[in-house]
DNA sequence: ATAGATTGTGGGTAGTTGTGGGTAATAATA
DNA sequence: TATTATTACCCACAACTACCCACAATCTAT
């Protein structure tokens, strides 16, 4: 039987439908914890990918942003950068959520996604894309890599 | 009589059946400390296998990634290949784990599976895989072995 | 050696999950 | 304001999964 550990972990494919609904994993579901309130805010990824933080997460990160001074022009377009594209969501009754275009393109998202957790997060990815930047990143930084996996899988 | 240390020792073999379920030797579970709910979490080894820890392990895992800044690219890639194959499991009543399409797949397990313990985390093996890359990595690297030998046996 | 418990393996079934589409309410546009 | 596009909320259904029961083989203890 699978379980859950209040963490997001695993990749899971879905399809986008016509409508730009996307089903959110059932496991991804259950580990919410009830302060969510089945809340989810998707915004830009740092890769080329969908971002989708529970809520509580995201109140966390807006925090920290409450709290730069507006007065320093780099904090002002940090914020704004950071802002500019989230979008608080709940899913339907079928543990979909609703995608904006905005986003959609972004992710250059396409029927089949990727959907894969990555502990605090959620990620929806175009298979295809996944593909390309996971290439690049390990043809630039191997060595990097290398040396998280010593240190961190036991 | 037999009895355990705590740790995965020894090897077993078992069946995957046509649900892709495997069972868990007893002697494992038997070793299992009672904080992990008799919970593990799969996820791809770094050999063509599965790699089965139990929760406690696999949380200090996770744990470091959490610290890893989401800002560089390396980071994010090594998070995800690490987390996006992992699904957490409770073994069912008869002490079987559920495994995963895709885990199948990557071991290349078919019926006969051959279990093995790795002191703090097992290894679900196709036999002939084993036999193949065991075989390959003596004749690459039987001097860095015997190095290891020397260090490590008493 | 024998009875009882444990262990590994198989299969049935009810409930869950992913996906599609319809319709009414809301928003956008001319 | 009238018309069109978008969104929110239903219902439907096939595929899959979790949970249950069954049973033979093995182990344990008296």
Redesign the interface.
Known sequence: ?????N?????FSYTVDTKGRVNIPAKFRKVLSADNEDTFVITRG??PCVWVYPVVVWQKIENDLKNLSSLSAINRTFVRNTVRYATPLIYDGQGRIQLTTNLINYAGLDKKTLI?????KI?IWNPERLKE??KK??K??ST??DD??E????
Chains 1, 2 share one sequence.
Do not use: Q
Not at 116 to 120: H, T, Y
Not at 151 to 154: E, F, L, P, R
């Open positions: 039987m699978t379980t859950n550990l963490t997001f972990t695993g990749e740092m890769d894969i957790g990555m502990v605090n990620e930047i996971d990143n390990m630039i930084d990097a890599y998280l996996a240190k961190i899988i036991i």
